[in-house]
C-alpha cells in the first residue's frame, strides 16, 4: 500500500488519503481482506493527525469499501458487487480530474448530485 500525501494540494488530506485508498481497493492493488494499518500507525506515517486518516476510514466504511472488525482491525470489505467496483474507479478517476482542475470537493460533489438528480428526472 503506497499512499502519500500533497501539503499543497487544495484537497485535504482526509480526502486525500480516502481516494487514494478506494483507487487502490477499486482496481485490486488492495483485494478483498486486505488488514489495512491501524489508524495511529498510517497518520505517523503520513504525518498527519490520527483524527484526518480516521475520517478517511470512516468515509471508506461508509461506502462499503472497508470494515472494521473491533480489536481485529481495519479489513477490504468482501461482498461488492461488478457495479460497485466499476463505479468505484470512474468515481476515483472523477475525484482525481476534480482535484486536478482545483475544483473543491464540495463543488465537485455539488456537480455530482445535480447529475444524479438529473439522472433520477430522467427515468
Same mark, same amino acid.
Given at each position: 500500500?503506497?499512499?502519500?500525501?500533497?501539503?499543497?494540494?487544495?484537497? &485535504? &488530506?482526509?480526502?486525500?488519503?480516502?481516494?487514494?485508498?478506494?483507487?487502490?481497493?477499486?482496481?485490486?492493488?488492495?483485494?478483498?481482506?486486505?488488514?489495512?494499518?491501524?489508524?495511529?500507525?498510517?497518520?505517523?506515517?503520513?504525518?498527519?493527525?490520527?483524527?484526518?486518516?480516521?475520517?478517511?476510514?470512516?468515509?471508506?466504511?461508509?461506502?462499503?469499501?472497508?470494515?472494521?472488525?473491533?480489536?481485529?482491525?481495519?479489513?477490504?470489505?468482501?461482498?461488492?458487487?461488478?457495479?460497485?467496483?466499476?463505479?468505484?474507479?470512474? /468515481?476515483?478517476?472523477?475525484? /482525481?480530474?476534480?482535484?486536478?482542475?482545483?475544483? /473543491?470537493?464540495?463543488?465537485?460533489?455539488?456537480?455530482?448530485?445535480?447529475?444524479?438528480?438529473?439522472?433520477?428526472?430522467?427515468?
Amino acid at each position: 500500500m503506497r499512499i502519500t500525501v500533497d501539503p499543497a494540494s487544495p484537497v &485535504p &488530506p482526509y480526502e486525500q488519503v480516502r481516494g487514494r485508498l478506494a483507487e487502490q481497493i477499486g482496481d485490486g492493488r488492495l483485494p478483498v481482506g486486505t488488514r489495512l494499518p491501524t489508524v495511529r500507525r498510517l497518520a505517523e506515517e503520513l504525518g498527519l493527525a490520527v483524527n484526518t486518516v480516521a475520517r478517511a476510514y470512516r468515509e471508506l466504511e461508509a461506502a462499503g469499501l472497508l470494515e472494521t472488525r473491533g480489536r481485529h482491525g481495519t479489513f477490504v470489505a468482501p461482498g461488492r458487487d461488478d457495479a460497485v467496483d466499476r463505479l468505484q474507479r470512474v /468515481a476515483a478517476g472523477y475525484a /482525481a480530474e476534480a482535484a486536478r482542475l482545483g475544483v /473543491a470537493p464540495d463543488a465537485a460533489l455539488a456537480l455530482v448530485r445535480a447529475a444524479l438528480d438529473a439522472a433520477r428526472r430522467a427515468e
